[in-house]
């Protein structure tokens, strides 16, 4: 059974950091994208950071570009996202999914974030972003 569980959610005040965490199981995690997107009420979904354990590359949404960090950690089977300089435009539930096709980055690119085409989907982590 696939699962993908965010944990590290949290309240933090604006300019305040959070490690948000994917844990995966029941597929090759070596060989898929993991990628963090966030939905705040009201407003679209959005692809906000993907990393290929692949080959390493990561996808990063402008408006968090030099904020936050994607990482991987294969024996871990974790994908961490390190959100620093928090905004409270950040707030929102984050969610992690998985897609094993090479071009997932390449598509998440070219629709800046919103592509929504993710094989796996898995549970979401609130961040309150307080201003």
């Known amino acids: 059974e696939v699962q993908l569980q965010a944990s590290g959610g949290g309240l933090v005040q604006a300019g305040g950091s959070l490690r948000l965490a994917c844990l995966a199981s029941?597929?090759?995690?070596?060989?898929?994208?993991i990628c963090w997107f966030r939905q705040a009420p009201g407003r679209e979904r959005e692809g906000v950071s993907c990393f290929s354990n692949s080959d390493s590359s990561k996808f990063y949404v402008g408006s968090v570009q030099g904020r936050f960090t994607i990482s991987s950690d294969n024996i871990k089977r974790t994908v961490y996202l390190q959100m620093n300089d928090l905004k409270p435009e950040d707030t929102a539930v984050y969610f992690c999914?998985?897609?094993?096709?090479?071009?997932?980055?390449?598509?998440?690119?070219?629709?800046?974030?919103?592509?929504?085409?993710?094989?796996?989907w898995g549970s979401g982590t609130q961040v309150t972003v307080s201003s």
């Open positions: 999914a998985a897609d094993p096709r090479t071009t997932a980055l390449e598509r998440m690119t070219r629709y800046g974030g919103r592509w929504f085409g993710m094989e796996y």
């Open positions: 029941g597929f090759s995690f070596a060989d898929h994208a």
